[in-house]
């Protein structure tokens, strides 16, 4: 037999070849928006470095959060800008504040979304750190009663998904006991589990006004060269209740999105995070390179190293071509 004996281009040759034998097929359904809420009414604004994306009111919210709904985009995910920031983060358990009111008007008007409640400090304290700061110190334990205040009273509003995001020890033991004892046992726990200290946060802290306002977050967030640390964070965020986990960023850290994936029989998240998706952004508005093709491309590469769900501000965007049948 003539050489090449298997010629692996024959399935190549055309689109629809091609479909049949894919491996990794994207769907709306892996996608989870996340979108910023803010006091007022009636206001959306952009994120300058995050183009397409908004700070927006609860009325204004709603209606994003239905144009995704109806794409195909299942559940979305909120972070809060509250109208005054202190050192003890009280707004982040405020019943009436934004997240709440929030997660209670999407419930209204579109009870079948899967809202999900970011739970951490930095959008809400005047220092922009994750927990409770005593001199230039991030205190761990006494930042745990904080986090759960917020998780219960996301709970409280009807949220259907707790995600921390603020990497304590403990955090998520905690936040699982808190709900227990009131009531929402049945509620999930979305643990940011490996959560890196990476330079690709940038644009999300435009948008929340939440960088730290002394130092930074490396006494906290994880090591990037670190990938066992991270397997050991997982496991233990999973002994003390975690539902899913989450790895983020996603693009720099596909190979930990895959050691979790074969190590942990639990489902896991990675969020395409503010800085994956202004640089594409930034790049395809200077003509470098095709944007659709490359966020398609860019999705389908956090699917296949394993994420079974992505946190992505290209939900709708990428939800429409997947609607049109142009790519998946």
Excluded at 220 to 242: F, S
Excluded at 267 to 291: C, T
């Amino acid at each position: 037999m003539g050489f090449p004996e298997r010629r692996l281009r024959r399935l190549r040759r055309s689109e629809t070849a091609r479909r049949l034998v894919r491996e990794t097929r994207l769907s709306a359904d892996r996608f989870i928006y996340p979108m910023f809420v803010m006091p007022g009414e009636g206001v959306r604004q952009e994120v300058a470095s995050m183009p397409g994306i908004h700070r927006q009111t609860v009325d204004r919210l709603v209606e994003d959060a239905r144009e995704a709904f109806a794409l195909g985009v299942p559940g979305v995910i909120l972070f809060g800008l509250p109208p005054v920031k202190d050192a003890r983060g009280s707004g982040a358990d405020d019943p009436r504040g934004v997240v709440p009111s929030a997660v209670r008007a999407l419930k209204r008007e579109l009870p079948d979304l899967l809202v999900l409640a970011d739970v951490c400090m930095c959008e809400y304290t005047d220092h922009g750190h994750c927990g409770i700061v005593e001199g230039n110190e991030v205190l761990n334990d006494p930042t745990l009663a904080r986090l759960t205040a917020a998780a219960v009273a996301y709970a409280e509003a009807g949220c259907d998904v707790v995600a921390p995001s603020d990497m304590m020890d403990g955090r998520v033991a905690a936040i699982r006991r808190g709900l227990d004892e009131n009531g929402f046992a049945d509620l999930p726990i979305l643990s940011y589990a490996a959560k890196y200290c990476s330079g690709f946060y940038g644009p999300f802290r435009d948008a929340a006004d939440s960088a730290p306002k002394f130092g930074d977050r490396r006494s906290y967030q994880m090591d990037p060269p670190n990938v066992r640390e991270a397997l050991e964070e997982v496991a233990l965020d999973i002994e003390e209740g975690a539902d899913m986990v989450m790895v983020k960023p996603a693009m720099p850290y596909l190979d930990v999105v895959r050691a979790v994936r074969e190590r942990f029989n639990v489902p896991l998240a990675a969020y395409q995070v503010s800085g994956e998706y202004a640089m594409i952004k930034a790049a395809a508005r200077n003509g470098w390179l095709d944007h659709d093709r490359v966020m398609m491309e860019a999705l389908t590469g956090i699917v296949r190293a394993g994420a079974d769900f992505v946190l992505t501000y290209f939900a709708k965007e990428a939800a429409r071509l997947l609607r049109a049948g142009l790519r998946g």
